[in-house]
């Protein structure tokens, strides 16, 4: 009987998120990742669709790290009839619970609040879905140790690799019927301010290879000189800096590297406002596991009391009436939603206030327009003029650039048979096509959303 692998692109697919791969086999069903659209709005609305494939035939999730473009689409999943497992690193599932049960949250308020205020144009809104939802979901996590190969069937094994990039998240490799599969996850870079390197692939038969930053190096910028000048006109100025960022490992970084400025005296004692419900839970994840990271307990500790950590939206509200100087980080990275959007309302259209971008920007998101320099931008229905100073660091970001992702593939030791470019807008989708033909002459395939290969192995 002919055996082959059905491959479902159902998302990462010509676009950057979305992440969720489904293998059809005549053993078992797996679901590479399940994650939420983000970025333009033809997008988000993918999300209220259901998968066009059979969801109760799904056996098991895998799930390489727990950003929400890789795991906010699985209460969906159950509410379409998934029942099985749901498996990744024990720091990836404490990543993902915080993150689905956050999210689901913003998902209740923002409905309940659109339906106050009357702008949306559904009756009623309705949450994407609920902490409920959440929390039954949460009940089918099942956490695996990394490097150990996992059986799954008597023909199919798997195997989850440290990754950098976020604390628990790995690259995975399947077996099956003696054919190596690849899902690169996101690739974290080298010599990172709290990670790990990533581990590489040795052998992959079909490589599934991210490719947010296919087309570009991250520039060689002095991150702590820049955030000390940018810290210093701040004061100067008599202004606030706010920093948009992301929950998981770059609110971590950025709390450490201004503990260290702060340490060797490059910048006064200002005071910082970490602003992230979530962010806060993160960091109990770098408490409970040590051994994924780089930081000392002491380092750990010294960092977290070097901040101001805000509670309650009462204290977002007391942190905005602060006259002081100050740093706040808040959520969400992109600025599509999440404390921050508090703080923009109220002082973006302040002269003295700097915006300062750190993380990739999706196209469609807020983050993304800031960066390209709108005048105006809207919160909850309405239009705020943009009077900040808005700058950006490139350099923080947590995705491999295209030198790192050659790297990474370079100790492959066979010729796979096909490598898809997954996880990328169409630009960078179609350079790392050609810098992967030219450097190692491999077979390159870009899918499209909802493309599906049959592959006989």
């Not at 205020?117 to 949460?138: C, G, M, R, W």
Request: glycine share 6%; with cysteine; hydrophobic share 40%.
């Amino acid at each position: 009987m002919e055996k082959f692998v059905k491959v479902n692109f159902l998302g990462a697919s010509s676009v950057v998120t979305g992440s969720k791969f489904l293998l059809e086999t005549s053993e078992q069903n797996i679901l590479i990742d399940c994650g939420m659209f983000q970025g333009l709005k033809t997008l988000r609305e993918l999300n209220w669709s259901n998968l066009p494939v059979d969801v109760k035939s799904i056996d098991i999730v895998l799930l390489t790290h727990g950003h929400l473009d890789h795991v906010g689409y699985l209460p969906r999943l159950l509410k379409q009839g998934f029942r099985g497992k749901i498996v990744g690193t024990a720091p990836t599932l404490a990543i993902a619970e915080i993150i689905l049960k956050d999210s689901a949250k913003i998902h209740e308020e923002e409905a309940e609040k659109a339906n106050k205020e009357k702008y949306t144009k559904h009756k009623p809104a309705l949450p994407f879905y609920t902490v409920e939802e959440a929390e039954q979901t949460i009940k089918l996590f099942h956490s695996e140790e990394d490097d150990k190969w996992i059986s799954l069937t008597e023909n199919i094994s798997y195997r989850f690799q440290y990754n950098g990039h976020i604390i628990g998240a790995t690259f995975i490799e399947l077996d099956i019927n003696g054919k190596r599969f690849v899902f690169s996850g996101d690739i974290g870079r080298t010599n990172d301010y709290l990670l790990k390197n990533p581990k590489t692939p040795e052998w992959a038969d079909y490589l599934f290879i991210e490719s947010t930053y296919g087309n570009k190096l991250h520039p060689k910028e002095d991150v702590e000189t820049i955030l000390e000048d940018i810290i210093k006109e701040t004061i100067n100025r008599k202004g606030n800096l706010i920093i948009p960022s992301f929950a998981v490992e770059r609110l971590q970084t950025l709390m450490y590297i201004l503990w260290q400025l702060y340490k060797q005296r490059r910048i006064p004692n200002i005071p910082i406002f970490i602003d992230s419900p979530m962010g806060n839970n993160v960091l109990d994840v770098f408490k409970h596991f040590p051994n994924w990271h780089r930081l000392t307990t002491e380092e750990y500790y010294a960092m977290c009391n070097h901040v101001n950590i805000v509670q309650s939206y009462r204290e977002t509200w007391e942190t905005i009436d602060d006259k002081r100087s100050k740093i706040v980080i808040a959520g969400s990275g992109m600025v599509t939603g999440g404390r921050v959007l508090t703080y923009l309302q109220q002082l973006i259209d302040e002269p003295s206030t700097t915006v300062l971008l750190v993380g990739y920007q999706a196209e469609g998101t807020r983050g993304r327009q800031l960066k390209e320099g709108v005048h105006e931008i809207r919160f909850f229905g309405k239009y705020y003029l943009v009077k900040a100073t808005i700058k950006t660091i490139e350099s923080l970001s947590a995705h491999a650039d295209q030198e790192d992702l050659l790297n990474w593939m370079k100790t492959i030791k066979n010729i796979p048979e096909m490598v898809y470019l997954i996880h990328g807008e169409p630009t960078a989708l179609d350079a790392f096509r050609t810098k992967i033909k030219n450097t190692y002459g491999w077979h390159v395939k870009i899918p499209q959303l909802t493309d599906v290969e049959k592959l006989i192995i």
